[in-house]
């Protein structure tokens, strides 16, 4: 299984809500990451979890905020979040060193009202 | 880590050889080449990856030359299906936080019938 499943596939919130969204995988991998992109932009990279710990932040407003219940699940809580913020959220893991690759999710495409 | 550079765009004829170059002129001897490639709002999809040494799989082939400044992909028999944005990403992994990519804006490959 080679695979990271992203729910939901579409969002639309507005700016006062409250949501989150889910990432998994099954490939026994300890990195995971979720990556932004705009429309007709490369993605950027926002958070990594290493080891169900926090790695990398890549100063992210605290309106996006992640957690790593487990190895296997990623979640982004997001809240009062911007217009600008709509935007293709990618979620990706990996193993550990610098010869693996990333495996990418389909994505979750949020518009934010 | 390195940059790259790539061409904006490309295009290609169906059925003959895609070859798609990336200066990284700056890579370091640790560094790997990675190729990612994005089909329309799709999440990256991983293609290949190397060192120092050519290398080889069901989808492409990666030529790094011999100085490691550049490298080129290479599709065999491009089909319609392979019309994508093609990202090459240099990467240094530390391994107690997994590797942390940073996509260029990536060669737009337009092939044709």
């Known amino acids: 299984d080679t695979e990271v499943t992203q729910t939901p596939k579409h969002l639309v919130m507005g700016m006062t809500n409250k949501k989150s969204l889910k990432c998994e995988q099954h490939m026994g991998h300890r990195a995971m990451y979720w990556y932004k992109q705009k429309a007709k932009k490369p993605p950027e990279l926002m958070f990594v979890?290493?080891?169900?710990?926090?790695?990398i932040n890549e100063s992210v407003p605290s309106r996006f905020s992640p957690e790593c219940p487990n190895s296997s699940l990623l979640n982004l809580h997001l809240h009062a979040l911007q217009p600008e913020d709509s935007a293709l959220y990618l979620c990706a893991s990996s193993l550990q060193g610098s010869s693996y690759e990333q495996y990418f999710g389909p994505g979750t495409r949020l518009t934010v009202t | 880590d390195a940059k790259t550079t790539q061409p904006p765009s490309m295009d290609c004829a169906e059925g003959r050889a895609a070859n798609l170059p990336c200066n990284h002129s700056?890579?370091?001897?640790?560094?790997?080449v990675y190729w990612y490639r994005q089909i329309h709002s799709q999440g990256p999809q991983y293609i290949i990856h190397?060192?120092?040494n050519n290398e080889t799989n069901e989808m492409a082939s990666l030529i790094i030359t011999e100085d490691r400044k550049s490298s080129t992909l290479i599709l065999p028999h491009a089909t319609l299906r392979d019309t994508a944005v093609y990202y090459c990403i240099v990467r240094r992994s530390t391994d107690n936080y997994g590797q942390n990519f940073v996509f260029g804006p990536g060669t737009r490959l337009s092939v044709l019938p």
């Open positions: 979890y290493s080891y169900e710990k926090l790695s």
């Open positions: 700056t890579i370091s001897g640790n560094e790997y």
């Open positions: 190397g060192l120092k």
